[in-house]
């Protein structure tokens, strides 16, 4: 199954509700050259939240984690489905301490989904490729913005506008060695190739390594899954065994059981007549008396097969 993540920034944060609002995708391009088909990816979407509102009793309208990991971050409290402007608006409220700070302080800068691809195709009208998209959860991330890049921050009422963290630079293994900037960029210019005319925009490295945890998540959680079911059959397998040593025990008794005297059974001959015949009296007596010698148990085992072996005949 093929994971997706995309990335969309945040627009508004309520400190005084722990409410962080943003459009969870949107018909446009991403860092990978592909855009989200709005039309047909809003069915999955609403069937998601639905799913997630029966299940929380009304609570939640879709899970938020923290970086597509296993932490439990929040929930869903709104989802708009903005049909002219084909796009996904959600706000969601973080109930997990640590990651509410990471919000407060610009560590978090966007949304990302995350689930499936179900279809993808090429878009003749831009050149990209476009999906239809599956949503599992939604992920608060840290994918670096630009240094201009803002969102709307909220305490009491007030509202004043702040900057996410800026990803700091990597710093410089020998600067005395590294040439001015103007001489780098003109000698960056005068070496690289031209660019393509249509060239697709390339996945950030954050981007990818998103993609590359929810691909992780999904492998755990169906190991779990499977060790689960493996310990089902294992105590399926403990629970059937006393059945199974009951049936060998009964079994061996059952083996273990005397047979029937055949000496009896000889000298008890099938009759017409209700099972005895009156003009051979000598045969019925030496019967009698072979059964009277007999134990109990196998005497009534042989009277039964005696009894089975000549039924009564009606006369009329």
């Not at 939240?49 to 899970?63: D, F, P, Q, T």
């Not at 045969?283 to 109990?296: F, G, H, M, R, Y």
């Amino acid at each position: 199954m093929t994971t997706l993540a995309l990335f969309m920034p945040l627009a508004k944060v309520d400190a005084d509700q722990r409410i962080v609002q943003g459009v969870a995708t949107a018909e446009r391009p991403d860092r990978s050259g592909e855009i989200c088909d709005y039309a047909t990816s809003k069915p999955y979407f609403e069937a998601w939240s639905a799913e997630a509102h029966s299940a929380s009793g009304g609570k939640s309208l879709g899970a938020v984690r923290a970086m597509h990991g296993r932490v439990a971050a929040g929930k869903l409290t709104d989802i708009d489905f903005d049909d002219e402007g084909k796009r996904i608006v959600v706000a969601a409220k973080i109930v997990d301490d640590d990651e509410w700070q990471k919000v407060l302080e610009g560590v978090y800068t966007g949304f990302s989904q995350g689930g499936r691809y179900v279809a993808r195709w090429d878009d003749p009208d831009t050149g990209l490729t476009r999906y239809t998209a599956e949503p599992i959860e939604i992920s608060i991330v840290d994918v670096p913005c630009l240094p201009d890049a803002t969102f709307e921050f909220v305490r009491n009422g007030v509202s004043e506008m702040r900057k996410f963290t800026a990803p700091e630079p990597a710093p410089i293994a020998n600067a005395e060695a590294a040439p001015a900037p103007r001489a780098r960029a003109v000698e960056t210019l005068e070496k690289a190739p031209p660019a393509p005319e249509a060239a697709a925009p390339r996945p950030v490295p954050m981007e990818a390594l998103a993609k590359a945890a929810l691909a992780v998540s999904a492998a755990a959680d169906k190991l779990e899954r499977a060790i689960d079911e493996n310990s089902r059959m294992r105590q399926a397998v403990t629970d059937f065994q006393p059945r199974v040593e009951n049936f060998e025990r009964r079994l061996a008794a059952l083996e273990a059981q005397p047979a029937p005297a055949r000496a009896a059974l000889r000298s008890a001959p099938r009759e017409a007549d209700y099972g005895y015949d009156s003009t051979r009296p000598d045969n019925v007596e030496t019967a009698i008396k072979q059964l009277s010698a007999l134990p109990d148990e196998q005497r009534a085992l042989a009277l039964t097969k005696i009894s089975l072996a000549n039924p009564m005949v009606r006369r009329f």
